[in-house]
């Protein structure tokens, strides 16, 4: 059944548990505490289908289980294919390893020069700064070392990666992730994005984070304060279904918008969330009416356990070529794979280049029409002005 979207609708209120005082509901701290993480605490809840209880047996080792009320209020819990459901809930399949799976499928361990801080790209870092996130994704990347299930024990030294930052002059742009950065304090993040602002060569200071969309509570006016006084300080929101674009996410874009800070999503293309046209095509736009320009569209990384999240490139292109032309330009994402193995983000476009020669290139546009474009300089003497604006088109 294809996708339709009610426009007009933006999720709102406490559902489950809207017999609760709103100042509790609104506390991001009482969201944390009461965040659901075991299958006993989801089947009071719903009936959970005997691949996620099997999930649920793994789970503990591999990844930990962790959904904030909030959140939880967007799974359909009489749908087992639900798409919020299946980012969250751990599924059996979790455990089916294929070989070319791997825990570091970017290699980010072997490029890290201080422990947390991955240094790729010549110009820039992306520093790790907790291994804790409001609720974790059954896909994510960095599941060897996100909720410490797997033992990996990380500990990022700030003051290491810091002085690192300092040293390489040649570092103008600095990444902050995780885990989810904004679940460390107001303090903890004013010192540190001071100390950045305080290093001459750093020139954007960015914050990769999904807790806008878990928990849209810590988006406070004091968090906001922070990121007004050390700005501009961009953020990478991670939105990967219509669905999860709610009232009180809108609100939350709506505050850092206000405090300067720009926004942008990345999504991850996943098999039964969102690799769809129309549902696509309805997330890029909630989106844009969100005040968030989508940035990419990632392949999924090739993380142990994650093959039956994994979507087809071909299907991807397809998507991407639904958008194209189709819609606002500023609603469509890079579609990108991280290269295995720690190649960086590498482009993937649909083709619409037929062509090119010395003389002219030759493409489609979105509608699958051909257009040329010449490339060589008309003679000036040969041309009259008149007919070389009507180029002839096949
Ligand atoms: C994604 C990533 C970046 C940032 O890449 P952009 O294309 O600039 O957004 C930087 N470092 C690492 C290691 C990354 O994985
Ligand atoms: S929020 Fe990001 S780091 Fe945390 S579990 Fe999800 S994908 Fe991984």
């Known amino acids: 059944m294809p996708y339709t979207e009610d426009r007009a609708r933006w999720f709102e209120g406490q559902g489950l548990w809207q017999h609760l005082p709103e100042s509790e509901w609104r506390d991001w701290s009482w969201q944390l505490k009461n965040r659901l993480t075991s299958a006993a605490q989801l089947e009071q809840f719903m009936t959970l289908t005997p691949e996620e209880k099997e999930g649920f047996r793994f789970a503990g080792s591999k990844l930990a289980t962790a959904i904030t009320p909030y959140f939880f209020n967007l799974v359909d819990r009489n749908d087992p294919d639900c798409p919020i ?62 909720s410490n299930a797997q033992d990996y024990n990380f500990h990022p030294e700030y003051e290491r990666a810091l002085r690192y930052i300092e040293a390489h002059s040649e570092v103008r742009d600095v990444l902050l992730s995780g885990g989810d950065p904004l679940l460390l304090s107001d303090h903890k993040l004013d010192h540190l994005l001071g100390r950045l602002r305080a290093i001459k060569h750093v020139e954007f200071i960015r914050i990769g984070s999904r807790i806008p969309v878990f928990l849209p509570q810590r988006i406070t006016p004091e968090l906001c304060d922070v990121f007004r006084k050390h700005g501009p300080v961009w953020m990478s929101i991670h939105v990967n279904h219509p669905k999860e674009c709610t009232q009180e996410l809108k609100d939350a874009c ?66 991407i070529r639904s958008l194209r032309g189709h819609t606002t330009g500023y609603a469509v994402p890079q579609y990108v794979i991280d290269a295995p193995g720690g190649g960086g983000k590498v482009p993937i476009n649909p083709e619409y280049i037929e062509r090119i020669t010395d003389d002219e290139v030759v493409f489609k546009n979105y509608e699958g029409k051909t257009f040329r474009y010449p490339l060589k300089a008309p003679h000036k003497s040969s041309v009259p002005a008149g007919d070389a604006l009507k180029a002839p088109v096949s």
Do not use: W
Request: proline letters at 5%.
């Open 85 to 146: 459901r299946r980012q969250v809930i751990p599924r059996g399949d979790e455990m089916v390893v294929s070989e070319e799976e791997m825990p570091d499928s970017l290699g980010e361990d072997a490029h890290s020069p201080v422990p947390g801080l991955v240094h790729r790209y010549p110009d820039r870092v992306l520093f790790l700064v907790t291994d804790r996130c409001a609720a974790y994704c059954r896909y994510c990347t960095r599941s060897r070392l996100v």
């Open 254 to 319: 709506e505050r850092l918008a206000f405090a300067g800070v720009p926004l942008g999503n990345q999504s991850v293309l996943l098999r039964g969330v969102n690799d769809d046209a129309d549902v696509m095509k309805a997330l890029v736009h909630r989106l844009l009416r969100m005040r968030v320009r989508p940035y990419y569209l990632y392949q999924m990384d090739l993380v142990t356990g994650g093959s039956h999240f994994k979507v087809d490139v071909r299907k991807g292109i397809e998507i």
